[in-house]
């Protein structure tokens, strides 16, 4: 069970799991048994709006650090999220075909995007911010756009 | 033995300024104003957010289908805290998950797969109505 850092600002209450890492733009990554697990913050999701649609790349496609992972389509916007790691994907999220508000119901846990098969995670988890780091950064973050609500 | 249904209000969702909403709007305004005039009868969300009496009234009186825009489900908030009975909430994106070439944009005036999305949309509330009107169908949530 994951545990959270967590900031209120202004109506919205914003989560970080400490149980993983995560790059600037908001997408984690978390170590299970030699794979490395991927999905979106809660601060993401929120600020990106309900999902229609989630494109991720398929098993099988090798990545490096800050190549094109996945396509988000939401009632706001579409965005490209790029992969937190080198590495191939071993297995990409079932539920983004069917039901990809997983996202937005449970960015931490069934929400998750894709598996990934990594070498030397801990030398690739060092470029990557610690739970605190983000959190820090998404509040900042957060600030700024609750400025312009 | 109860009184048939003789009328259905329709609930959109009053999010102004954003696609999913007026695709919302744009399937209600379809089916009160062309596809079941007689039949329906449409309650803007503000005044049941403002407590007006006849709005509360007429969605006490008559089952509801809501079209909500998003998650939020303002409408369908609403017309339950307003004492009505929800026959069937709608939301858009479900709709739009199931026509995805029918992607909506625009605010005041919705674009070409907006509309088109509007009119699925307003074909499912209409399914329902007739449904309720002729007790085939009791909604989902009745």
Known sequence: MSEFLETTIDKFTFKVATDRFYTLEGVWAKEENGRVRIGLSDFVQQRSGDVAFAEIKPAGTVLATG?????IETIKVNITYTSPVNGKISEINPAMADAPEAINQDP?????????????WEAQRAKLLDPPAYFKIMKGQAEEEAKNL | MTDPIKKVII?????????????SREAAYAVTEDLRPGQTQLVPLALLVLGDEQSRASVSACPAVTIDGCKLACA???????????????????????????????????????????????????AVVDGLLTGRQGGENA
């Open chain 2, 76 to 126: 369908a908030k609403m017309v339950q805290q307003s004492g009505g009975t929800i026959a069937k909430e709608f939301a858009v994106l479900d709709v739009y998950r199931r026509y995805k070439d029918l992607k909506p944009q625009g605010i005041a005036e919705l674009n070409e797969g907006g509309q088109k999305l509007a009119r699925v949309l307003a074909e499912e509330v209409t």
């Open chain 2, 11 to 23: 609930v959109p969702c009053s999010g102004i300024g954003k696609p999913y909403g007026t695709v």
């Open chain 1, 67 to 71: 190549e094109e992972l996945a396509v």
């Open chain 1, 108 to 120: 931490y846990g069934k929400g998750w995007l894709a598996v990934m098969e990594v070498v030397d």
